[in-house]
């Protein structure tokens, strides 16, 4: 389960990249940093099994969830998805990058009216989504604000159907609603999105 929000994260932007945070933003993927994030999945999941009073706290950056993202998640991500990145913006805003195969996307939906917006979109191209990851009590939410596609704006709806397109399972065929709550797994009670870095609270 923590895997699969991982990758929602790639994919739409929870998913969290426009490149607006200085620092880790600028930094390229790691091993090291992928290896670092996959101790730290490692430690949430096994306390996920444990009761504390306490709170527990993992940090994770921008850039270990980058580098995860890469060498870790490459994948587990669909096909037509490729190069996720993500920027923690803080203050709860996070933005999300990938770039996306959006002729699969046209021809799925059969759009090919002259005034479809869905009709222009075609070839490889990047996706941005920029809103608010809301987390307490072990839910979470993701709150757009923002989206473009190859730099220019496009509505909800299109990212909608992108996102279901691309997030589509056996188990979930109509995909993921950009409005849903999700349950955060393994006791994560919330995550505290600040500059550069979350805090996963468990």
Not at 68 to 94: C, K, N, S
Request: net charge neutral.
């Amino acid at each position: 389960m923590l895997r699969r929000i991982l990758v929602f994260v790639g994919i739409v932007g929870a998913l969290t990249a426009v490149h607006a945070v200085q620092g880790d933003a600028q930094v390229r993927p790691s091993k090291r940093d992928a290896q670092s994030m996959k101790q730290k999945v490692t430690a949430i999941v096994a306390r996920g099994d444990l009761v504390s009073k306490a709170p527990l706290r993992t940090t994770v950056t921008e850039s270990e969830l980058n580098s995860y993202l890469v060498y870790e998640l490459g994948d587990a991500l669909p096909g037509g998805v490729v190069d996720p990145a993500v920027t923690i913006m803080g203050t709860g805003r996070v933005s999300g990058r990938a770039v996306v195969d959006l002729d699969a996307v046209r021809k799925a939906s059969g759009s090919t009216g002259f005034f479809d917006p869905r009709s222009y979109l075609s070839g490889h191209l990047p996706v941005n989504a920029t809103g608010l990851l809301r987390t307490a009590n072990g839910v979470g939410r993701f709150e757009l604000q923002s989206t473009t596609v190859g730099g220019v704006p496009i509505p909800k709806a299109l990212l909608q159907e992108i996102v279901t397109y691309y997030s589509r399972t056996a188990e979930k065929p109509d995909g993921i609603s950009l409005d849903d709550e999700f349950a955060l797994p393994a006791r994560i009670r919330e995550i505290q999105v600040e500059p550069g870095h979350a805090i996963v609270v468990q």
